[in-house]
Nanobody, 122 residues
Framework: ELVESGGNLVHPGGSLRLSCKTS???????????MGWFRQAPGKEREAVGC????????AYADSMKGRAIISRDNANNMVYLDMNNLTPEDTAVYYC??????????????WGKGTVVAVSS
């Protein structure tokens, strides 16, 4: 199970940290999963924000988030974070966490959270 939190209403130019807690059976070892953040804006398709590859692999970001987002993970505590700054109204969306077994790019997550809402408005 993946549970996101931290969504909120923020002003343009503001910052926000989203959290994703992974939990479930003792066999779920977060280190072996690529952990990604995705978002879906109203009326648009879901898109990737960024992905942290499994087993210490690289982290990649969508062009729209480069320089404005950082994904970090605490595998020991089954947590993944998305830190965003310089937010604009175009960042308004439901943000989802996804986990992909032995993945690199988070193309096909095996598990999804239910999302947390980020609204950027003055």
């Amino acid at each position: 199970e993946l549970v996101e939190s931290g969504g909120n209403l923020v002003h343009p130019g503001g910052s926000l940290r989203l959290s994703c807690k992974t939990s479930g059976t003792s066999e779920f070892n977060q280190d072996y999963y690529a952990m990604g953040w995705f978002r879906q804006a109203p009326g648009k398709e879901r898109e990737a924000v960024g992905c942290s590859a499994s087993q210490g692999g690289p982290t990649a970001y969508a062009d729209s988030m480069k320089g404005r987002a950082i994904i970090s993970r605490d595998n020991a505590n089954n947590m993944v974070y998305l830190d965003m700054n310089n937010l604009t109204p175009e960042d308004t969306a439901v943000y989802y966490c996804g986990a992909e077994w032995a993945g690199i790019h988070c193309y096909t997550p095996n598990y999804w959270g239910k999302g947390t809402v980020v609204a950027v408005s003055s």
